[in-house]
């Protein structure tokens, strides 16, 4: 049981941390690169999309990695389990604290009652996200070494 445990924790943070990559490395450059008001609304619709996708990603992530942590902790390999717990709780309280209220307004944007500083905002969250997918890779390599 807690071999399935260790591969499905893996596999779903695995996944999370590709999707929030591409989001940074891929999708905001696409985004970023198309006129105005198009990188706008799509921001936007994808702040909206992600927004009410990733919360629950986050959290049964860390609820995975602490239940692996729990159920394995007499196992070699439970501090670093322990230690990319600690980082998704950190990854967690950034969104929390930092990309979630930006994200908020974001996607209530239109050309129309967008704000004169939105493009300060978005660069904001782009920045606080590089960090946050860092501590998200940090989680899931210790995941991955954990394995062995």
Known sequence: ??????????????VMVGVE?????VMNRIL???PEDSGQLGHAHG??????????????????????????WHHPGAGLVVTAAA????????????LVPIN??????TPDNRPA??????????????VRVAVIIA???LLVAALT
């Open 47 to 72: 702040g909206r999309m992600l927004g009410a996708v990733m919360p629950f990603w986050y959290i049964g992530s860390l609820v995975l990695s602490a239940a692996w942590a729990i159920a394995g």
């Open 104 to 109: 908020n307004r974001n996607k209530t944007w």
């Open 87 to 98: 980082l998704l709780i950190l990854s967690v309280i950034m969104s929390i604290l930092l």
């Open 32 to 34: 970023n690169a198309l």
């Open 117 to 130: 500083d939105w493009k300060q905002q978005l660069n904001r969250w782009e920045r606080f996200h590089y």
């Open 1 to 14: 049981m807690l071999d399935a445990l260790e591969v499905v924790t893996t596999v779903v943070v695995g």
């Open 139 to 141: 989680a899931f390599t």
């Open 21 to 25: 990559f591409s989001v940074v490395f």
